[in-house]
């Protein structure tokens, strides 16, 4: 929709961690010179919980939690699982953990955390234990040696638009911001 109604201007998409969706909404400081487009985005596609105090944020929707294990996991027998399916499973969770969960029976891994999901992923694929995240980052780091399945009474994970409150939302923002919420290119707010 962007290219259709802007098509002179370009749309960067850049991957934020969890750590990092706070920081990158901060308005650019004269000091970034140079720097502003790679600390900084005009919005942000994120994950709630956010601190709100400065953002505009409109929730978009939940995102279902999956667990990532090991291609050959005999967890790959079912098509969903449940907490009690992981009772005895070595439960990773990434420093950078999109996802706040305890799951009760599970075991700590007895090594140090890794450091994001793609790194959590790896780790399963290797055959150790099983990682719980959102199922759009289980896509995004898809790998042949890992399954996933849904976990039906894990946590939601819900997903906003957030930009910055300070001042007027400068037109391009708005433009993306109603396509986001389904505006036509003939609507008006």
């Known amino acids: 929709m962007w290219k259709e109604r802007h098509p002179d201007i370009a749309l960067e998409l850049v991957a934020l961690g969890m750590?990092?969706?706070?920081?990158?909404?901060?308005?650019?400081?004269?000091?970034?010179?140079?720097?502003?487009?790679?600390?900084?985005?005009?919005?942000?596609?994120?994950?709630l919980p956010i601190e709100r105090s400065g953002l505009h944020v409109i929730p978009l929707y939940d995102e279902v939690a999956v667990v990532v294990c090991a291609a050959d996991s005999h967890l790959t027998a079912a098509d969903e699982l449940t907490f009690d399916d992981l009772v005895g499973e070595i439960v990773i969770v990434p420093r950078d953990a999109p996802l706040a969960v305890e799951v009760p029976g599970t075991l700590?891994?007895?090594?140090?955390?890794?450091?994001?999901v793609g790194e959590a992923i790896a780790t399963v694929a290797a055959g150790v234990g099983v990682v719980i995240v959102p199922m759009s980052l289980a896509r995004?780091?898809?790998?042949?040696?890992?399954?996933?399945?849904?976990?039906?009474d894990g946590p939601l994970s819900p997903v906003a638009l957030a930009w910055r409150d300070d001042g007027e939302t400068p037109p391009l923002?708005?433009?993306?911001?109603?396509?986001?919420r389904g505006r036509t290119a003939n609507s008006s707010r």
Do not use: E, N
């Open 108 to 116: 700590a891994p007895r090594f140090d955390p890794p450091a994001g």
């Open 173 to 180: 923002v708005d433009a993306f911001i109603g396509i986001v």
């Open 140 to 152: 995004l780091h898809h790998r042949k040696d890992v399954a996933h399945r849904p976990l039906v």
């Open 19 to 47: 750590a990092d969706q706070r920081s990158a909404l901060r308005a650019p400081q004269a000091s970034d010179a140079g720097h502003a487009a790679r600390d900084s985005v005009d919005a942000a596609l994120v994950r």
